[in-house]
C-alpha cells in the first residue's frame, strides 16, 4: 500500500513537471460585440465566421487565413478561439512574422464572408509566442 501511495505521489508531481515544460498554445481568446446596421444586437443566430492577418490597417499583404468557423451570439456578444497553428500561411509568412512587425486582424463574418472594418491592431499577445534565442539566462530567472 504504501508503494502505492509513493507511486500516486511521483506521478502527480511528474504530471505538474511536465505540464510546466509543455509548448506555448498557439491559439488566442477572442471576444467580440457583433450588431446590425441599426445598432441591434445579434441573439442566438449562428453565424459564420472567419480571421485574416494583413500587415497593414487597409489594403497591405495578406499573411494569414484561419478556417471558417461558426458562432452563436447571445445578445450580440461571442467568444472563440483562433488557432494559429492551423489555417493558411501565406508565402513567405509563418507563425514567426507575427515578431517581425506591426499586424492587423480583420474578422469577417456572416455568409457571405463580409470585412468588418477597421481591421485590429494586434499587440503583445503575440510576441508571448516567441522569444529570442538566449533571451531568458539563469540570472533573470527567479527562484
Given at each position: 500500500m504504501e508503494?502505492?501511495?509513493?507511486?500516486?505521489?511521483?506521478?502527480?508531481?511528474?504530471?505538474f513537471t511536465l505540464s510546466a515544460f509543455a509548448d506555448v498554445p498557439m491559439s488566442v481568446n477572442y471576444q467580440g460585440k457583433l450588431t446590425d446596421d441599426d445598432g441591434v444586437p445579434y441573439h442566438d443566430e449562428v453565424l459564420?465566421?472567419?480571421?485574416?492577418?494583413?500587415?497593414?490597417?487597409?489594403?497591405g499583404n495578406l499573411m494569414w487565413t484561419s478556417g471558417a468557423e461558426s458562432v452563436n451570439p447571445q445578445h450580440g456578444l461571442f467568444s472563440t478561439e483562433i488557432d494559429f497553428s492551423g489555417g493558411?500561411?501565406?508565402?513567405?509568412?509563418s507563425?514567426?512574422?507575427?515578431?517581425?512587425?506591426?499586424?492587423y486582424l480583420e474578422v469577417l463574418i456572416g455568409s457571405p464572408l463580409t470585412a468588418l472594418s477597421p481591421r485590429e491592431k494586434i499587440t503583445s499577445t503575440f510576441h508571448a509566442f516567441n522569444i529570442a534565442?538566449?533571451?531568458v539566462s539563469e540570472a533573470k530567472l527567479l527562484m
Open positions: 508503494n502505492v501511495k509513493r507511486l500516486l505521489g511521483l506521478s502527480i508531481i511528474l504530471l459564420d465566421i472567419q480571421f485574416r492577418l494583413y500587415d497593414a490597417a487597409t489594403a493558411v500561411w501565406e508565402a513567405g509568412y507563425i514567426k512574422s507575427l515578431d517581425d512587425g506591426t499586424v534565442d538566449d533571451a
